[in-house]
């Protein structure tokens, strides 16, 4: 069945988490990697237990939560104002190289585009004007909507909503498995961008198709 519309995880996925690196380095020579490690990790654990808990709190405080904590953990010294700048570079996460060139392919080809993130609205309009894709987008759908993170279904029923489509006309692309597992839960056809080199997460699913960048995307959906 014909694929109508292409709906983006964001974080890790089009924009890059791990781009926070460079200043988490500045301000702890020698520990800023394993900080952005520690808090990515951590920020998508606190999104699971709140759901589960219904204990929900958007993706901004998760985000600052995560980072303090990440950051008690590896005794590092992180004032307020430190924490206010490394906050920051979320609104500004760099893309991947190959995703604006791939995103304005696929739109001029006429197919629709969105996102379908665990970030506020406002966090991803930051980071789309950024990285210079505010026209590329019909939908910027954001969880907060319904308060519920990934991989709840109702997360994922943003997009069949929004696209006014099935799920199995929709291709569904993430960077993390278990979200492109969550989608494909969901009835989404879908895409693992799997940069990594990481192995399949062993939840009794997988993804209808993987690739090492975006760049493989365009030949997943020809099929």
Not at 49 to 68: E, H, I, K, M, P
Not at 135 to 156: C, M
């Amino acid at each position: 069945m014909r694929v109508k519309a292409v709906l983006f995880d964001a974080y890790g996925t089009l924009f890059d988490v791990h781009s926070v690196v460079a200043l988490a380095e500045s301000l702890f020579p020698g520990q800023g990697a394993a900080l952005s490690q520690a808090w990515r990790t951590r920020q998508l654990e606190y999104t699971w237990l709140r759901t589960l808990s219904n204990r929900y709190r958007d993706f901004w405080q998760v985000t600052g939560d995560a980072l303090t904590w990440s950051a008690q953990a590896q005794h590092l010294p992180l004032t307020a104002a430190q924490h206010a700048q490394l906050l920051d570079a979320y609104l500004r996460l760099q893309p991947f190289s190959e995703n604006l060139e791939v995103l304005r392919s696929l739109q001029a080809s006429g197919m629709v585009l969105g996102i379908l993130s665990n970030g506020t609205a406002s966090m991803l309009d930051a980071a789309i004007d950024s990285a210079g894709m505010r026209d590329l987008f019909t939908h910027v759908l954001s969880v907060d909507s319904i308060g519920r993170y990934k991989t709840d279904a109702g997360a994922y029923a943003l997009g069949t909503d929004a696209v006014g489509a099935p799920a199995n006309e929709i291709a569904f692309v993430s960077s993390n498995c278990w979200d492109a597992i969550g989608a494909t839960w969901f009835g989404y056809r879908t895409f693992w961008v799997n940069r990594g080199n990481a192995p399949m997460d062993q939840l009794d699913a997988s993804p209808d198709g993987v690739g090492s960048s975006l760049r493989d995307l365009p030949r997943f959906l020809a099929r």
